[in-house]
């Protein structure tokens, strides 16, 4: 079971990226994925989540209307849509699958709730 990212750089604030994460090893269209990262100094904090279908999104409110997940299923692969970076949204993004299919909000956010992690891409925001 092999999850990699890609994707990542130094943007501008106001900026834009798009993360990419190919998974291989395991029915990808049966399990949730989310995004998770982690800035220097601080605990892994997730960021955003969509279930097995990709029917139902969930993100934290500092990335809400900024952020966009979806997965392409035929491809194995979850993006992260990011737009408007600030400053502080920078960290390493790890992509992370779900020990379940359809996750609400609240074990979306359980980080214990996933059993596979990648090995994540750098995120930089700064002019």
């Known amino acids: 079971v092999l999850l990699e990212e890609s994707g990542g750089g130094l943007a501008q604030p106001g900026g834009s990226l798009r993360l990419s994460c190919v998974a291989s090893?395991?029915?990808?269209?049966?399990?949730?994925m989310s995004w998770v990262r982690q800035a220097p100094g601080k605990e892994r904090e997730w960021v955003a989540g969509?279930?097995?279908?990709?029917?139902?999104?969930y993100y934290i409110d500092s990335v809400k209307g900024r952020f966009t997940i979806s997965r392409d299923n035929a491809l194995n692969t979850v993006y992260l849509q990011m737009n408007n970076l600030k400053p502080e949204d920078t960290a390493r993004y790890y992509c992370a699958k779900s020990v379940f299919p359809f996750p609400g909000f609240e074990l979306f956010r359980r980080l214990q709730e996933y059993d596979t992690w990648g090995q994540g891409t750098q995120v930089t925001v700064s002019s």
């Open positions: 090893g395991f029915i990808f269209g049966h399990y949730a």
């Open positions: 969509l279930v097995s279908t990709g029917a139902d999104t």
